[in-house]
């Protein structure tokens, strides 16, 4: 699967070039589409097209974005609703607390492991997983993890 995790932040992309994120759905034999030989790197609209991957996790690195009028934005976008990742609904945007728990090492660091690889397999473990990860709702998507144990 292609990936890639984006920093949308007062209009402007960002991409990194290591996250929690990014190591757990490599670790998960994902390849990042957007890799970038510096830190953290803008990116334009044009150049994630190109990139075209299948999933993308965005955060907005805690700045409260409304993301429901930032999908519709992209979804209206001549160049964002022609990446098949916002074509096909298959984006996550982070909230605060499940970008602090994905993106941080903090106690709740391996929940939000699990997290990531819910996004890679919402659909295999059932989990009806939903484009805009709150920070009041984003650990019950991972209640699959106590059937599983």
């Known amino acids: 699967m292609k990936v890639a995790h984006i920093c949308y932040c007062f209009g402007s992309y960002y991409i ?5 994120p990014l190591n757990v759905m490599l670790d998960l034999g994902c390849t990042n589409v957007l890799p970038t030989p510096s830190s953290f790197a803008t990116i334009t609209p044009e150049a994630i097209l ?7 996790i965005f955060d907005d ?3 409260n974005l409304n993301w429901t009028d930032v999908i519709k934005g992209w979804k209206a ?3 964002m609703s022609n990446v098949s ?5 298959n984006i996550f945007c982070l909230e605060y607390q ?3 728990a994905t993106s941080y090492t903090t106690v ?3 929940m939000g492991e699990a997290l990531v690889a819910t996004a890679i397999a919402h659909e295999k473990l059932g989990v009806d997983l939903p484009n805009i990860i709150t920070s009041a709702d984003w650990v ?4 699959w993890l106590d059937k599983k144990i």
């Not at 190109?50 to 993308?56: F, G, H, R, S």
């Not at 990742?85 to 609904?89: E, F, G, V």
């Not at 019950?140 to 209640?143: G, L, V």
């Open 108 to 110: 709740h660091y391996v």
């Open 16 to 20: 990194y070039n290591e996250s929690g």
């Open 77 to 79: 976008d001549d160049i």
């Open 98 to 100: 499940p970008f602090q």
């Open 61 to 63: 690195m805690a700045t």
């Open 85 to 89: 990742a916002i074509k096909n609904d």
């Open 140 to 143: 019950k998507y991972i209640s």
């Open 50 to 56: 190109q990139a075209n991957p299948d999933l993308i």
